[in-house]
């Protein structure tokens, strides 16, 4: 067979590995440490990738405890380099443990990172004969500015379109603190737990509002005292569907 044919044949290979051919097709990924039984070469079946997206929200935590008790003492010796930085001295009586309090403050801050959405939902989903709008506002929500360190505080409100499937309603505050104690901007929250809430529920639609006020905007910059940000998700019905996100509007105002 001249190159000509061998090439006509392997066409297909050659657009997935050199990046040529039609396009159309994924480039192939490594497997990652050989779980998901397909092999370089090859794409990755659509139905596979379309699991893997569906289970990203179940593999999350990216710290432990044991991350904590060793990266303390590198937290704590990055605080006394701050407040030497700001001309204090960390060795004066109301300093001497202050490093230590704010490395563990700040750990407590992104505690998120040591969790994940399925830890929380594990045994809290049930079968039900229910078919109407569900909504938990008001949610207080902490969470931390990535861009300045610096925390923004609001208001979270959630409504779903349960498929005959509902969530324990504490379950729905433990997914917005999840969330929200890892570095942050509002807008990706929102989307992250409208997101974790469609994929754990598999509902008809979800909503998510939030309301906050962002210390960065209060305390330096504009210092605008009483400004605040609104940000919202809408999936499914809720964004297909006008008047069923009207009245989940409409609700959460009142």
């Given amino acids: 067979m001249d190159c000509e044919k061998q090439r006509a044949k392997g066409g297909h290979a050659e657009g997935l590995s050199g990046g040529g051919g ?4 994924p480039r192939s990924v490594p497997a990652a440490g050989g779980a998901s039984g ?5 794409s990755e079946p659509p139905e596979r990738q379309a699991q893997r997206a569906a289970d990203q929200w179940k593999e999350e935590r990216t710290r432990s405890a044991e991350d904590n008790q060793l990266n303390l003492p590198s937290l704590e010796t990055a605080y006394s380099v701050i407040l030497k930085g700001l ?28 969790e994940k ?20 506002k008001d949610i207080d929500m902490f969470s931390m500015c990535e861009h300045h360190l610096v925390p923004f505080i609001g208001k979270v409100h959630i409504g779903y379109l349960p498929e005959r499937r509902l969530l324990g309603l504490s379950k729905l505050a433990r997914i917005v603190e999840i ?3 890892r570095l942050q901007v ?15 529920l598999q509902p008809a639609g979800v909503g998510v509002v939030i309301e906050a006020t962002h210390m960065c905007m209060v305390m330096r910059g504009v210092q605008k ?3 605040k940000t609104l940000t919202s998700t809408m999936l499914g019905v809720f964004r297909e569907d006008p008047k069923t996100r009207e009245e989940f509007l409409t609700l959460i105002k009142n």
């Fill in 225 to 227: 005292m009483n400004s």
């Fill in 87 to 114: 001309g204090e001295d960390p060795g004066r009586q109301g300093l001497l443990r202050t490093p230590w309090r704010a490395a563990t403050a700040m750990q407590f801050f992104t505690k998120g990172y040591q």
């Fill in 38 to 42: 397909w092999v370089g070469g090859h």
């Fill in 22 to 25: 039609s396009g159309k097709l």
């Fill in 179 to 181: 969330y929200s104690r």
């Fill in 186 to 200: 509002q807008e990706r929250l929102t989307k992250q737990i409208a997101t974790a809430i469609t994929e754990a």
């Fill in 117 to 136: 959405v399925s830890d929380v939902l594990n045994d809290a989903i049930f079968d039900e004969d229910h078919d109407e709008m569900v909504i938990v």
